[in-house]
């Protein structure tokens, strides 16, 4: 499952458009992490985006 259980991003679609015009379906996925972290004073393995883990919002066990 590619979703952060801190800011719930997650995966968004749309288009890729090629040199000539033509569309086809794409993905983007969110750069998850699996880390050890504190949750509510205990130590839990939580799936996080590293853009949560760079700013801080993530605490490491």
Known sequence: ???CAVCGKG???GLKVSH???KT?????PN???VKAVVNGTNKTVNVCS???RSGK????
Do not use: Q
Not at 58 to 61: I, L, P, S, Y
């Open 58 to 61: 993530v605490t490491r066990a």
């Open 51 to 53: 853009r949560c883990l």
């Open 25 to 29: 379906n794409r993905t983007w996925k």
């Open 11 to 13: 995966v968004t679609f």
């Open 1 to 3: 499952m590619a979703k």
């Open 20 to 22: 000539s015009n033509r």
């Open 32 to 34: 998850i992490r699996r």
